[in-house]
């Protein structure tokens, strides 16, 4: 047999990769039951993070917070909810050189259970359960905190007609919209604030993911996609923020110098906490006492999921982003486990569908990005660097640490101090083959706090909805519009591009961010400032390689409800009573 063939130390690291695999894979649902012991308390678990620039007001920034994994429409009698001794917290970064939060948003939920006599959910106008909250905001590092919405409602779940419209028996509404219109409250601060079940926005083929990466791309015609998230809801914290309260000096948008103005960049991460004790009494009551812990955060997408390793995730959920803590798991994302799959003299095998998906060996015939070579290090020191990013006097220390950690390059700054205007990270337009030269400016998210975070740019404007160049694939198809598009190219001016508000400059709703990360692990930042694949030559940069990598799909690219066009622009949770088991898939 061929097997047989192999050395027996390459045979048996080979079958601890495939036995590993699916641990790598397996979370790959955003943040849904993402670790260990977060897996055992879903009220607390962060699902998804989102802040964009609204798109139906240039003045605004939406920032969601989704929680609670795998809501089935119709999991009565006990449905899920806010959980009541949970605190959820949205955290905002929008100065450096701050050792904290510079402003928090708190939020706190109670029940009230109206009709003790019934089982049911509803009944007579009353409901078991009814919840509202408390919203706080503290802009002092969390020293203080001020109330600014007092009895916020929350709606109930979509159980069913009867619940919902029934006429004496339920809750009378004329639909369920109207209750998600008049739960939107507007803080004494200015911010509109919602808070409620609504459908789960991601999408993702699980069943293939979990099938040890057996990934299928959108329009597959013998075995399609699976969005394993379809029909599913979770419960959401949304906030629309005037621009203003956001930026560090209380700037609008019409005060920005430019659309990549670097003081209107922002971080964004979101937590879950609870008390350290819990008390459980004879009588059957429950009892929290002690000081609240983290037990989970979210900034960036997919990280805990598909970059730490098992054995870190809930050291990683447990930990702020602050004071350098996230320094110590860089080194997942300086040599990325996904990347071995998409390498031959690896695991590259090991994974047929992400065989489009390979990384940059000899980029312009001496860069090789694979897990444990050089990368870029070979040029540390040379007057090559100079005045860009990598020179040691500006951030070369980080993006250059070793001759061994090639992504330090360009995965690590996207996610953990963003991507700054700077030569090497400029399109590739303009820079006659010299990836170290002046391009075309398409992001500035920079802000080196050196934490996981999602960083958005307030300053760039929002890309219509239904301009035919809006792409579920963001920042990377805004970089394809800059380097081929001739509407783009023409020059090396900064100008906006279509996209240029897209993941990973913030997330909006409609972002691929599965396809976006794997085809980022694969080297596509890389290549889109001039670091092109093996096979490109300086008259055709963009190779058939490039374009494998371009046209991949993780999967499922859109999600399986229709958003709304006004905030909280999430869709309406899906209908227990309504709900068809047979068309989940």
Not at 374 to 395: E, H
Not at 402 to 421: E, H, K
Not at 425 to 436: F, H, I
Request: with cysteine; proline share 8%; hydrophobic share 40%.
């Amino acid at each position: 047999m061929q097997v047989s063939m192999l050395d027996p130390c390459r045979f048996r690291s080979i079958l601890l990769c495939l036995l590993l695999l699916p641990c790598a894979l397996s979370s790959l649902a955003s943040s849904h039951r993402e670790a260990p012991l977060i897996s055992n308390d879903p009220l607390a678990d962060n699902t998804d993070l989102y802040a964009f620039k609204s798109p139906d007001d240039p003045n605004s920034i939406t920032i969601i917070a989704n929680y609670i994994p795998f809501e089935s429409p119709e999991g009565g009698p006990n449905y899920f909810n806010f959980g009541p001794n949970v605190r959820y917290e949205i955290h905002i970064k929008n100065q450096a050189g701050t050792p904290g939060d510079d402003i928090t948003y708190r939020f706190t939920f109670s029940s009230t259970n109206e009709d003790p006599t019934t089982f049911f959910n509803i009944r007579l106008g009353k409901q078991n359960l009814k919840t509202t909250y408390k919203c706080e905001k503290s802009t002092d590092g969390g020293m203080t905190f001020t109330t600014i919405i007092a009895n916020g409602v929350v709606p109930p779940n979509n159980i069913g007609p009867r619940s919902i419209e029934g006429k004496t028996v339920g809750l009378e509404a004329p639909d369920y919209n109207s209750l998600v219109e008049k739960a939107i409250a507007t803080a004494s601060s200015g911010e509109k604030v919602f808070c409620g079940p609504v459908d789960d926005p991601f999408f993702v083929d699980l069943a293939g993911a979990f099938d040890a990466g057996n990934f299928r791309p959108e329009g597959n015609a013998t075995n399609a996609p699976k969005d394993g998230l379809a029909r599913f809801n979770v419960h959401t914290i949304a906030l629309k923020i005037p621009v203003n309260l956001l930026q560090k000096d209380g700037k609008n948008v019409a005060q920005a110098a430019n659309i990549l103005d670097p003081d209107y960049v922002i971080g964004v991460w979101a937590s879950a906490s609870r008390q350290m004790i819990k008390t459980l009494y004879n009588g059957g009551d429950v009892g929290y006492d002690g000081q609240y812990v983290q037990v989970s955060r979210l900034g960036m997408p997919l990280t805990n999921e598909a970059v730490i390793p098992l054995g870190m995730k809930d050291k990683w959920n447990a930990v702020t982003p602050y004071a350098g803590h996230d320094l110590q798991f860089a080194k997942y994302f300086t040599n990325p486990e996904l990347a071995l799959y998409m390498d031959d003299s690896q695991f590259g095998t090991a994974v047929p569908s992400l065989s489009a998906l390979r990384i940059q060996a000899n980029a312009l015939g001496a860069f090789d990005f694979r897990n444990g070579k050089s990368g870029l290090y070979g040029l540390k020191g040379t007057a090559a660097l100079a005045g860009t990013a990598l020179d040691d006097a500006v951030f070369g220390t980080l993006l250059l640490p070793d001759n061994a950690s090639p992504r330090a390059v360009d995965l690590l700054p996207i996610f953990y101090t963003g991507v700054p205007n700077l030569a090497p990270y400029q399109l590739a337009t303009g820079k006659n083959n010299n990836p170290l030269a002046k391009g075309k400016p398409f992001i500035h998210n920079f802000l080196p706090t050196l934490g996981d975070m999602l960083r958005l740019n307030m300053a760039v404007p929002a890309t219509p909805r239904d301009d035919p160049k809006f792409s579920h694939l963001g920042l990377v198809q805004a970089a394809v519009l800059g380097i081929t598009d001739p509407a783009y190219n023409a020059n090396t001016n900064l100008q906006w591009i279509p996209n240029m508000d897209g993941f990973p400059n913030g997330r909006r709703l409609e972002d691929d961010v599965t396809t976006i990360e794997l085809q980022a692990v694969s080297g596509v930042v890389l290549a889109a400032v001039g670091l092109f694949y093996d096979d490109a030559t300086p008259q055709a940069p963009v190779s058939p390689q490039l374009l494998n990598v371009l046209t991949f799909t993780a999967g499922p690219t859109k999600n399986d409800a229709a958003l709304k066009g006004t905030f909280p622009y999430l869709a309406n949770p899906w209908r227990g009573y309504d709900y068809p088991e047979k068309a989940r898939f």
